[in-house]
């Protein structure tokens, strides 16, 4: 069988392993809007999903939607923001985005990934995340680092760039799965193949799981400092 095809079977495989596990997934972030989706998303970056939650219901109480937020002082959402990490540059995306939104998308967060990228703080992966969980839309699939660690562990892709194994991704799963399986991929990377110690006995994948890890970027050495 050529490699292609393994790879194909192992997908279906994990496909049905995962909805028998997750049969309805969500979304680890806290958001009644797509707007509030879009905020949740770019303040995950680099931070967990459960310290931005703390930090959201007070920043969508003070601004719920993006024409409050473009009336606040860049020092105000610094402020709320702090815990998440890169305080200042998320502030300024976040103000420039809700900016953008009202004066180009009349007040309303655009629904293609072309538009929604053009957002400060917003990349492909932020908007694939926006599109299915706001809009129902599965454009593409959002590699984030439980993605890219599971994918590559279970043989799914080679690569270890977002955009190549995303598009590895999407020719293995069925469009309309996209979305979900971004989700379970998440709560499967949290709860069971952990990044440092993955709990390979409670894995239903594990007699077919080839457990690869990607090679390890080797460190820059330091040069020696000649003696005297």
């Known amino acids: 069988m050529k490699a292609k095809n393994i790879r194909q079977a192992r997908a279906q495989k994990i496909l049905e392993a995962l909805r028998t596990r997750y049969p309805s997934p969500r979304t680890h972030l806290d958001a009644a809007t797509a707007w509030q989706l879009l905020v949740a998303t770019v303040l995950a970056a680099q931070c967990t999903d459960a310290r931005v939650n703390t930090v959201t219901p007070e920043l969508f109480r003070r601004w719920p939607g ?8 860049i020092e105000e959402i ?30 309303q967060v655009p629904k293609t990934l072309e538009e929604l990228i053009t957002l400060p703080g917003v990349a492909r992966k932020t908007a694939n995340v926006v599109m299915f ?48 399986v971004n989700h ?45």
């Open 78 to 107: 610094e402020a709320i923001i702090r815990p998440t990490g890169f305080y200042h540059s998320k502030a300024k995306n976040l103000l420039g985005a809700a900016i953008r939104v009202c004066e180009v998308y009349g007040g």
């Open 133 to 180: 969980g706001a809009f129902g839309i599965n454009e593409g699939l959002a590699v984030d680092t439980h993605v890219k660690r599971i994918s590559y562990r279970l043989g799914l892709t080679e690569a270890t760039d977002p955009v190549p194994i995303e598009r590895d991704l999407m020719e293995l799963f069925p469009r309309e799965e996209w979305g979900d």
């Open 184 to 228: 379970r991929m998440v709560w499967f990377g949290r709860e069971v193949c952990e990044a440092r110690k993955p709990l390979c006995g409670q894995c239903e994948m594990a007699d077919f799981c080839p457990k690869l890890e990607p090679p390890k970027t080797p460190r820059p050495q330091r040069s020696k400092k000649s003696k005297p």
């Open 66 to 73: 993006p024409s409050d937020m473009t009336k606040a002082a």
